[in-house]
T-cell receptor
Framework: TQLLEQSPQFLSIQEGENLTVYCNSS?????LQWYRQEPGEGPVLLVT?????EVKKLKRLTFQFGDARKDSSLHITAAQPGDTGLYLC????????????FGQGTILTVHP | DTGVSQDPRHKITKRGQNVTFRCDPI?????LYWYRQTLGQGPEFLTY????????KSRLLSDRFSAERPKGSFSTLEIQRTEQGDSAMYLC????????????FGSGTRLTVV
């Protein structure tokens, strides 16, 4: 089974700060997705990256897929309290063909 | 289409009882997935369907768990002889077959076994 390791597991910051969440694996994925989940709800898709080295921006969020397609990062600029939630990376491909394998998640808390 | 619907939202059951959850996917989506999630962790894969065919079931899944998707529409997940360790959020998601499409998740069913 392909594993995805996310770091840090917990992140507590003040409004306006920048942060980066990392997602690493020893295996290659065909695609990697990032989701955000609020308590009591299902995860919501933020972005899909498929090409090694790809960078996608979504307002204050920047996502990068590693050149070897084994790792990814999520960078948030000027975090806001509304960014608070559980951030999940998920990969598909290889032994995870046809389904997503999720990392354990990063719990982000942004204080006003 | 109102997205992926799961019923019930919450279920409290006594140990040893059977429970069944239902998932109604987005109608255009031919793939349906079940995941289990414990507090503060990422979702763990259970099983998935393409139309009515169950294509994969996690090796970690006990024989007490069974899922069906008759006629390729809604799906049910049954847990027999529930144990306290089954307490978790059970998430259903659907997607189009094309691998780069993301999943649309339902709000989940929170199961508590007492």
């Amino acid at each position: 089974t392909q594993l995805l390791e996310q770091s840090p597991q917990f992140l507590s910051i003040q409004e306006g700060e920048n942060l980066t969440v990392y997602c690493n694996s020893s295996s290659v994925f065909s695609s990697l997705q990032w989701y955000r989940q609020e308590p009591g709800e299902g995860p919501v898709l933020l972005v899909t990256v498929v090409t090694g080295g790809e960078v996608k921006k979504l307002k204050r969020l920047t996502f990068q897929f590693g050149d070897a397609r084994k790792d990814s990062s999520l960078h948030i600029t000027a975090a806001q309290p509304g960014d608070t939630g559980l951030y999940l990376c998920a990969g598909e491909g290889g032994t995870s063909y046809g389904k997503l394998t999720f990392g354990q998640g990063t719990i982000l808390t942004v204080h006003p | 289409d109102t997205g992926v619907s799961q019923d019930p939202r919450h279920k409290i059951t006594k140990r040893g009882q059977n429970v069944t959850f239902r998932c109604d996917p987005i109608s255009e989506h031919n793939r349906l997935y079940w995941y289990r999630q414990t507090l503060g962790q990422g979702p763990e894969f259970l099983t998935y369907f393409q139309n009515e065919a169950q294509l994969e079931k996690s090796r970690l899944l006990s024989d007490r768990f069974s899922a069906e998707r008759p006629k390729g529409s809604f799906s049910t997940l049954e847990i027999q002889r529930t144990e306290q360790g089954d307490s978790a959020m059970y998430l259903c998601a659907s997607s189009l077959e094309f691998r780069y499409y993301g999943y649309t998740f339902g709000s989940g069913t929170r199961l508590t076994v007492v």
